[in-house]
């Protein structure tokens, strides 16, 4: 199966300093979804986009839906040390009945004080 | 609280033996799906169940089974013929599959299954 290409794979920073990362695929989504995952525990939703161009904001969180349907970019306004964790990207291909999602391999987020 | 339940937490067992996770959901969600991760790799999907009664094939089917008799519980099997079982195992539910436009997936804590 198709997995999005998504950058960084990991990075460090400061607390207090902006994160930005993003997703891109070969394929045309109408949804993507941006969760993120504590160690050992199951990915919790941060933001779902429904609209090319679409941003939204969950707080210091902010994502885009790309125009052109293959991307998609998540920021994160000045980080704070539980924002530590693995971020990942889902699309879903828009076509016939099945709510499949396709994953990003992650980004590592690391914040040091 | 409503949510998804999956258990054990943590999961051993020997080689060649079938293991079965539970996955429970009292959300009322139409649609269940079985995810699983490897260290450092994104989620590939293994089964998912549209609808009671039925299920469908993910990415990575092959030396697992699945069941939905009811529309709270989507139990996976993991078999034998899985040639390398030990991974992290997530399920995950969605509302309604075929309001693909606005339906999301929620996840459950997850299992770790190592096989010795």
């Known amino acids: 199966g198709q997995q999005l290409n998504q950058s960084p794979q990991s990075m460090f920073i400061q607390e207090g300093e902006d994160v930005s990362m993003n997703c891109t695929s070969s394929?045309?989504?109408?949804?993507w979804l941006w969760y993120k995952q504590d160690p050992g525990e199951g990915p919790v939703l941060l933001i779902a986009l429904y609209k090319a161009g679409e941003l939204t904001s969950n707080g210091r969180l902010t994502a885009q839906f790309g125009i052109t349907r293959k991307d998609s970019f998540l920021n994160i306004s000045a980080s704070i040390p539980s924002d530590v964790g693995i971020y990942f990207c889902a699309g879903r291909l828009g076509t016939g009945t099945a709510s499949k999602l396709t994953f990003g391999t992650g980004t590592r987020l690391q914040v040091t004080l | 609280d409503g949510g998804i339940t999956q258990s054990p937490k943590y999961l051993f067992r020997k080689e060649g033996q079938n293991v079965t996770l539970s996955c429970e959901q009292n959300?009322?969600?139409?649609?269940m799906y079985w995810y699983r991760q490897d260290p450092g790799q994104g989620l590939r999907l293994i089964y998912y169940?549209?609808?009671?009664?039925?299920?469908q094939k993910g990415d990575i089917a092959e030396g697992y089974s699945v069941s939905r008799e009811k529309k709270e519980s989507f139990p996976l099997t993991v078999t034998s013929a899985q040639k390398n079982p030990t991974a992290f195992y997530l399920c995950?539910?969605?509302?309604?599959?075929?309001?693909?436009?606005?339906?999301?997936?929620?996840f459950g804590p997850g299992t770790r299954l190592t096989v010795l």
């Open positions: 169940s549209q609808i009671v009664n039925d299920f």
């Open positions: 959300l009322n969600h139409d649609a």
């Open positions: 394929s045309i989504f109408n949804t």
């Open positions: 995950a539910s969605s509302i309604d599959p075929l309001e693909y436009s606005t339906d999301t997936q929620y």
